[in-house]
């Protein structure tokens, strides 16, 4: 069903990209708001990500492949964003994004994949998490926040799944070292 309303997509038909936007706003709006830290930037990022992928969606080759698109200009949106912002992201660690793959949640139930369980101030944290560029960030909210696996994160960035396990262990490692600037470590 979702194959048919990207080619229909995909030939103009608005309704059918409208349905789509249904569907895919909210995963849009999460990683957003994970990578920028804020409702306001998180709105405008999805916005322009969603109008983005309708003006642009003439040049997707593959229909199966779109989530692996949609993620791409999502990312990047958020990246203009921060451009755009010129003094840093901000992300809290807002309850009500702690999902079942978030780190507070891994902390809580045992599960560090790789981190000490550790407690830290949500604003060393946000400061930590702050420095981190924007592909490394998205790649720990896609891990740890939103719970995706690597071949998840891969399908859904368009890279190997050898790349996404590469880049998260650079993001992870990154983050330790930011945590330890802090002198969370």
């Known amino acids: 069903m979702e194959r048919e309303l990207i080619e229909r997509a995909r030939r ?6 409208e349905q789509i ?56 949106a958020c990246r203009m964003a921060l451009r755009r912002r010129r003094t840093g992201a901000l992300v809290s660690l807002d309850p009500g994004l702690d999902g079942p793959g978030s780190p507070s949640a891994e902390v809580a139930d045992g599960r560090t994949s790789g981190f000490e369980a550790r407690t830290v101030s949500a604003d060393a944290f946000d400061r930590a998490f702050d420095r981190l560029p924007v592909e490394q960030r998205s790649i720990l909210v896609l891990h740890h926040r939103d719970g995706l696996g690597l071949g998840e ?28 600037r802090e002198g969370l470590r």
């Open 12 to 17: 103009g038909d608005r309704a059918a990209y």
């Open 21 to 76: 936007v249904r569907r895919k706003v909210e995963t849009v709006y999460r990683t957003a708001r994970a990578i920028l830290g804020n409702d306001a930037d998180a709105d405008d990022a999805t916005q322009e990500a969603l109008i983005g992928a309708w003006r642009r969606i003439g040049s997707l080759r593959d229909a199966d492949r779109f989530d692996a698109w949609l993620g791409r200009i999502t990312i990047n």
């Open 153 to 180: 994160i891969a399908a859904r960035l368009g890279i190997p799944e050898g790349t996404v396990k590469s880049r998260l262990s650079v993001a992870r490692a990154a983050l330790d070292r930011s945590l330890v």
